[in-house]
């Protein structure tokens, strides 16, 4: 793994927690997107070296609004950079992490995306994300 590329934070509305965000980190949201597929708006602040997303339910069947119905709101994962994702999905898979999602899938910010279960990780959502080319 390359670095933490960002850490997840579940929350019920951008339009209030991006404006406190940029006040707490002292720098504005640089992105927003929408990933359908998972149900999520997104905002991106670069801090460093790091990326803080935060993450609103577009749906209430997606997985970040029933993580804030079952833990509220808060850290909901991190993420790792790898440089070759499906390589690093097969190393973990032999070591016993049980992977979300078979095949790298598109995820926010330009990456191929795919998540560790928290039972083989201490109880930690993990992102594995690779730039795409």
Known sequence: MLKIEHIGIAIKELSASVPLF????????YKTETVVNEGVNTAFFQTGDAKIELLEATRDDSPIAKFIVKK?????HIAFE????????????????ELLNETPKNGADN???????PKTTNGVLIELCQEKK
């Open 22 to 29: 940029e006040q707490l980190l002292n720098t504005p949201c």
């Open 72 to 76: 509220g709101q808060g850290i909901h």
């Open 82 to 97: 790898v440089e070759n994702i499906e390589a690093e999905m097969k190393r973990l898979s032999a070591l016993g992490f």
């Open 111 to 117: 990456k191929l995306v795919c998540f560790l279960h």
